[in-house]
């Protein structure tokens, strides 16, 4: 178990520092899913491998690999699949390739553009200037007007993964592409997979095990993991923010040398909108893992006009987890409120609450699904 969870702390890291200085709305990576007619079992076991190659580096790629299985099996085992080598009813085949191009991008005194990027196979062999030096021209299309033109490196990472039965017959694959000026294709591939496998059949109730904050240790958590930071959600096109720590400063006066001298002093506090500190870890998994959020007002508001602006100022997140090394499950609920002038949402609470409650969150996201299904095949239904 505790291997477990430190696998879980080490992702969860990876993630937040990939949100650091992240714009409210979400990068979007290209993909494709598609399945055959065989039914995936949920609760089946499933054996996991991955292989791939960086092309600008030569390296083992033995780390990268593992790294990335265990982004696989704990999304997989979250879902309720049982990850093993042996007697499994499933073969997990993901393959991955990032290729090194070059970015071209247009600045002028208002705005930088980016014409278009051009990546290419070492097997061809490319020649000419190192692809990581960084060119730029300086062009004067009319008085008073300056254009330049600057090119840099970027990265186009490819994932594919592929599920087969015991027969070896492929039943589902998942193919994805996205553009970076990073290398590290680690950066934002836990997203990426989460996005992929959102297809995949769930268990109910399979319940995420999560670390416990030491109590001294829960303001240096949250400076380093959430201060200034933007959360990526699936559940919303926007991404998500704590409130800033609460600062309180005291003006204390001493006597040094017979003179009176004024000391301040700050301490700091958790924002108010957050309640148990030590369980912050589980309120950013939370953030981070949910696939849908339940918007505010009535089932006849939401009949209506599912897309209203105005139910989506504020929404809930939901969840029941696993804190620490305490096996009793906890039940998570978080209000997020929308930012003035819709740049992302903002955490307005985040608490843990009984199962009373919690049921009531749970009936009210079972009706706005079947609200919004029901909306959705109206909407595509063009043709008598």
């Given amino acids: 178990m505790k291997k477990f969870n430190y696998s879980i702390v080490f992702i969860f890291v990876i993630l937040v520092l990939g949100c650091e200085t992240a714009p409210p709305v979400k990068a979007i990576a290209w993909m494709r899913t598609l399945n055959s007619s065989s039914e995936i079992a949920a609760g089946s076991v499933i054996n996991v ?9 030569s390296g083992d790629e033995k780390l990268v690999a593992n790294r990335l299985e265990e982004y696989v099996s704990d999304l997989l085992s979250r879902r309720g699949f049982v990850i093993s080598a042996a007697n499994f009813n499933y073969r997990c ?5 990032t290729n090194m191009g070059t970015r071209i991008a247009v600045n002028t005194q208002e705005q ?45 990472h490819n994932i594919s993964v592929n599920l087969f039965d015991r027969n070896n017959n492929l039943i589902w694959t998942g193919d994805t592409a996205w553009e970076t000026s990073d290398l590290d294709i680690l950066q934002n591939s836990y997203m990426v997979f989460k996005k992929l496998f959102i297809g995949l059949p769930k268990t109910e109730n399979v319940l995420a095990r999560v670390p416990r904050i030491k109590k001294d240790r829960v303001i240096d958590y949250y400076t380093l993991f959430c201060k200034n930071k933007w959360f990526t959600s699936m559940a919303l096109p926007y991404q998500i923010r704590f409130d800033p720590l609460i600062e309180n400063r005291q003006e204390a006066s001493k006597s040094r040398d017979s003179k009176l001298y004024t000391e301040l002093s700050i301490t700091s506090e958790l924002p108010e909108t957050i ?49 620490g090394n305490n096996d009793i499950s906890r039940n998570i609920i978080m ?15 985040c608490r843990i609450v009984d199962d009373d409650e919690y049921n009531i969150f749970t009936q009210n996201m079972i009706n706005w699904q079947n609200i919004a299904k029901e909306y959705l095949i109206r909407y595509n239904d063009f043709f008598e």
Avoid: C, H
């Avoid at 085949?93 to 390739?97: D, F, L, N, P, Q």
């Avoid at 021209?137 to 007007?145: D, F, L, Q, R, Y």
């Fill in 93 to 97: 085949v993901i393959s991955y390739k």
């Fill in 335 to 349: 209000n997020l409120k929308m930012i003035s002038g819709g740049n992302g949402y903002s955490v307005n609470k």
């Fill in 112 to 156: 930088t553009s980016y014409i278009s990027s051009m990546f290419y196979d070492t097997a061809l062999g490319v020649t000419g200037t190192s692809l990581f030096n960084t060119v730029v021209g300086t062009v004067m299309p009319g008085a008073g007007v300056s254009i330049d033109v600057k090119e840099t490196a970027a990265f186009l």
């Fill in 275 to 323: 309640s148990e500190g030590q369980n912050l870890a589980a309120y950013v998994d939370l953030i981070l893992m949910s696939e849908m959020a339940l918007p505010s007002g009535s089932a006849e508001e939401w009949k209506k006009n599912p897309l209203s602006e105005t139910i989506w100022e504020e929404v809930q997140l939901g969840g029941r987890y696993i804190i």
């Fill in 49 to 57: 491998s991955v292989s791939g190659v960086t092309m600008p580096l």
